[in-house]
């Protein structure tokens, strides 16, 4: 049952699991001080709170972004596809 588990598989699919759980907890970080905002009644103590929580997480997603491009320019320049760990082969002709 675990005949394709390697090293190479297992490193890219926590690559990818992370991305997912990165955009997802942005996701709910962001509705939180959405939230936070619309409760804060005005209070500018609250009000600074939440939106230091909505710049976190877009700066927060802005990162996970920039790697993901960071990869894709990697795969793009170097043929080094990090996501699914292929390395270009070398031909001897």
């Known amino acids: 049952p675990l ?3 390697t090293l190479p598989n297992i490193v890219s699919g926590l690559i990818k699991g992370t ?3 990165a955009a997802i907890v942005f996701f709910f ?3 939180i001080g959405g939230i936070k905002w619309i409760a804060s009644g005005g ?3 609250q009000t600074e709170g939440a ?3 909505i710049t976190a997480a ?3 997603l802005v990162i996970v972004f920039a790697a993901w491009a960071i990869v894709a320019l990697i795969n793009t320049f170097f043929g080094i596809d990090i ?3 292929s390395l270009p082969s070398v031909s001897g002709q």
């Open 43 to 45: 209070d500018k103590a």
């Open 29 to 31: 970080i962001l509705v």
């Open 58 to 60: 877009l700066v927060g």
């Open 51 to 53: 939106r230091n929580q």
């Open 83 to 85: 996501f699914s760990l």
């Open 19 to 21: 991305l997912v759980i």
């Open 3 to 5: 005949t394709g588990l």
